[in-house]
């Protein structure tokens, strides 16, 4: 499967925005990553690829909020209150008979997106 993010972009502290992305198949859990420059990756968010669970990142329960779009081959990340620490490249990837319990571990990920820079400024 292809993956392509969108959104991102430059926002002040306690902004928003929305990354998408856009699969080219169906019936895969999707997951999102970060990677700050000097900083290794790490989880954000995911969902099942059929909705029924999501797991977020404690830095960002209750600010971030991951759906899936109607035709299961969209999944878009809403961040609210945005942190000058959420500052990185957000990148989706997608698995396909992943591990519950390990969902969020990027190992599981075969597929991944481009990245996309996020930028919150203080």
């Known amino acids: 499967v292809q993956l392509q993010a969108s959104g991102g972009g430059l926002v002040q502290a306690g902004g928003s925005l929305s990354l998408h992305c856009a699969a080219s198949g169906s019936g895969y859990t999707v997951g999102w990553f970060r990677q700050a420059p000097g900083k290794e990756r790490e989880f954000v968010a995911v969902?099942?690829?059929?909705?029924?669970?999501?797991y977020y990142a404690d830095s960002v329960k209750g600010r971030f909020t991951i759906t899936r779009g109607n035709a299961k081959t969209t999944v878009s990340l809403q961040m609210n209150a945005l942190k000058p620490e959420d500052t990185a490249v957000y990148s989706c990837a997608a698995c396909r008979g992943c591990i519950l319990s390990s969902l969020r571990d990027s190992r599981q990920y075969d597929y991944w997106g481009q990245g996309t820079q996020v930028t919150v400024s203080s």
């Open positions: 969902i099942r690829w059929n909705g029924d669970h999501k």
